[in-house]
């Protein structure tokens, strides 16, 4: 599979990862916020762009380099050997990025944070709202709560 097969296939909410790349279950996938997805404290609307689950279970935006477009070792996320667990959907992961934001605006407006820890409230919220839209709940939904929370609150600290 070339670079254009593997960004047609991300755009069918597919993942893809070259057979080459030395670290095991690294994929990409593409994300697709809502319309109304704002971007941290900035308020501007949220594009779609590549994604990377990188080696240590992270999520950072993917550039490609020179080598990967040319590459003719592509493929779809499940014919690469030791390929990560299906992705979290783009309408769950813009629920979870909303619930994040939700809570991040309650502290920035004072208002008293509720008893459990950020990630129970997030977890909670986000699952409420894919169960009234009929969204499956990823059994990783923790550890995604966690993530995006971080990287929401990284953006705050820089």
Same mark, same amino acid.
């Given at each position: 599979?070339?670079?254009?097969?593997?960004?047609?296939?991300?755009?069918?909410?597919?993942?893809?990862?070259?057979?080459?790349?030395?670290?095991?279950?690294?994929?990409?996938?593409?994300?697709?916020?809502?319309?109304?997805?704002?971007?941290?404290?900035?308020?501007?609307?949220?594009?779609?762009?590549?994604?990377?689950?990188?080696?240590?279970?992270?999520?950072?935006?993917? /550039? +490609?380099?020179?080598?990967?477009?040319?590459?003719?070792?592509?493929?779809?996320?499940? !014919? $690469?050997? @030791? =390929? *990560?667990?299906?992705?979290?959907?783009?309408?769950?992961?813009?629920?979870?990025?909303?619930?994040?934001?939700?809570? /991040? +605006?309650?502290?920035?407006?004072?208002?008293?944070?509720?008893?459990?820890?950020?990630? !129970? $409230?997030? @977890? =909670? *919220?986000?699952?409420?709202?894919?169960?009234?839209?009929?969204?499956?709940?990823?059994?990783?939904?923790?550890?995604?709560?966690?993530?995006?929370?971080?990287?929401?609150?990284?953006?705050?600290?820089?």
């Amino acid at each position: 599979m070339d670079f254009g097969d593997a960004i047609r296939a991300l755009k069918q909410g597919k993942r893809v990862a070259r057979k080459g790349w030395n670290g095991k279950g690294m994929w990409l996938a593409l994300f697709q916020p809502n319309g109304s997805q704002k971007t941290g404290n900035f308020g501007y609307p949220t594009l779609p762009f590549i994604l990377m689950k990188t080696v240590d279970n992270k999520i950072v935006p993917w /550039l +490609a380099s020179q080598t990967d477009m040319l590459a003719e070792d592509w493929g779809l996320v499940e !014919d $690469v050997p @030791q =390929a *990560a667990p299906a992705v979290l959907s783009r309408a769950a992961l813009a629920i979870v990025s909303e619930a994040v934001q939700s809570y /991040l +605006a309650q502290l920035e407006n004072r208002e008293p944070p509720p008893d459990q820890s950020p990630v !129970d $409230v997030i @977890q =909670a *919220a986000s699952q409420h709202v894919m169960a009234q839209r009929g969204i499956a709940v990823p059994s990783d939904l923790r550890e995604v709560c966690t993530q995006v929370l971080q990287h929401y609150l990284r953006k705050e600290v820089r």
